[in-house]
């Protein structure tokens, strides 16, 4: 998959911009967002708030499981999970004990291993349980926000999400995303199929969060975003303005801020090479999700937003040595986007689609749950990609219910 975005150009003039930084309305806003993300230091770690986020979405969501399970299908989701539901017959066998939602397999109960402690009494759930619907529920949620994980637009899932943004909410001028023929055609797929169980998604992250901002009597945030390009690209026009110009900046439907200027600090240093740092005030109303109503990592202090009126503050330029490359092998997050490209093309093919619950067999599953747990935390290793104008949180993955 390729995609680039459209460049951010133009200096304007903006009322009223950030204060400057160490100011005390900057400290103010930085335990503000500190308190919002934690629930005043409740929430301390990733399978926390995913687990929260997780639960209360499942069970607000409008959509019903079967739609759910297609909207979420794939790797770990089957639709077997929704066929079988309220059959005594079959059982669910989580993959992780502590956390679920991380995938189940469905197994015929005279296929449980008496003697493997994963199939134990404890461990399975008999799909006529009163359990297994919001285990099946909390599963494909999980998917959905895995999807948010890798990045916001460099899968075929989000970029599903992305469009499905912008018809609920109505949103016009938004920065768009050239992608292949290939691409298109899958995202338009999964739109055909999944439309409305994406909007249902989006709107009730949404709804939460205005909730737990009213709640707390929140009108905005100060957030902050990095902006880099490729070494020997040519440099963009936003790159040659002064510290505490305002430029116009559009963003995707969906886009990644952070509430901690130190967290893009941070990146740009592991990273190096140059880039500027964005500050905006984001409004409550264009705040979609936090990471205890949805998208949204913890340990970036990120949220995830809805465009405003496109223009934000230059706040630092960042010229720094990039590291240097070295040979290594593919990350996680690769190999898994890799089979999530595969996934995809099954997707395409409504036959091989209608069969996938009896191609893939209860090993495979079960050893595809195995490297799963291996790592069951992110690796803080990346914020948003380079080319991308908003941090998304690119590769690392969490610990849902």
């Known amino acids: 998959m390729s995609g680039q975005p459209a460049d951010k150009t133009g200096s304007v003039q903006r009322h009223p911009p950030p204060s400057l930084p160490g100011s005390q309305e900057r400290i103010d806003h930085q335990r503000i967002g500190e308190t919002l993300l934690t629930d005043d230091g409740r929430v301390t770690e ?73 199939h134990t009494a404890g461990r ?43 018809e609920e909410f109505g949103l016009t001028g938004v920065l768009e995303w050239r992608t292949d023929p290939d691409t298109r055609a899958a995202v338009s797929l999964e739109l055909r199929y999944n439309r409305n169980a994406l909007r249902d998604f989006l709107r009730t992250q949404y709804e939460m969060t205005q909730e737990v901002l009213a709640r707390r009597g929140i009108t905005e945030v100060i957030s902050y975003q990095a902006l880099t390009w490729n070494e020997g690209a040519p440099q963009p026009t936003w790159a040659s303005l002064n510290v505490g110009d305002t430029i116009a900046a559009r963003d995707r439907p969906l886009a990644s801020w952070v509430t901690d200027p130190r967290v893009v600090v941070d990146w740009l240093e592991q990273r190096g090479g140059r880039a500027v740092i964005l500050v905006d005030r984001k409004p409550a109303r264009g705040m979609l999700s936090l990471p205890t ?9 990120e949220l995830v937003t809805l465009p405003g009126d496109g223009l934000a503050t230059l706040d630092g330029i960042f ?7 070295r040979p290594r092998r593919a990350d996680r997050g690769e190999r898994r986007r890799a089979r999530c490209s595969r996934a995809g093309r099954r997707r395409a093919n409504p036959r091989r689609r209608a069969r996938r619950s009896a191609s893939v067999s209860s090993a495979a599953r079960a050893q595809g749950a195995k490297r ?30």
Do not use: C
């Not at 109503?293 to 202090?301: D, F, I, K, V």
């Open 319 to 325: 010229t720094g040595t990039a590291p240097p490359a």
């Open 124 to 166: 399975v759930v008999r799909m006529d349980a009163p359990l297994a619907e919001p285990l099946v529920r909390w599963i494909a949620v999980s998917e959905l926000l895995e999807s948010w994980v890798y990045g916001a637009n460099n899968n075929v899932r989000v970029l599903a999400l992305q469009e499905a943004a912008r």
């Open 372 to 401: 799963r747990r291996r790592h069951p935390l992110p690796r803080p290793d990346r914020l948003p990609a380079a080319e991308n104008p908003q941090p998304v949180a690119a590769d690392h993955r969490h610990n849902p219910a």
């Open 46 to 118: 990733t399978g926390q708030a995913k687990t929260i986020a997780i639960q209360a979405l499942a069970k607000r969501l409008r959509s019903s499981t079967p739609e759910l399970v297609l909207a979420a299908f794939g790797l770990i989701v089957g639709t077997d999970m929704a066929h079988r539901l309220g059959d005594g017959r079959y059982v669910l066998v989580p993959h992780h004990d502590r956390y679920p939602s991380m995938g189940a397999d469905v197994l015929r109960v005279d296929e449980l291993d008496s003697a493997g402690p994963a």
């Open 293 to 301: 109503t949805g998208m949204g990592y913890l340990p970036r202090r």
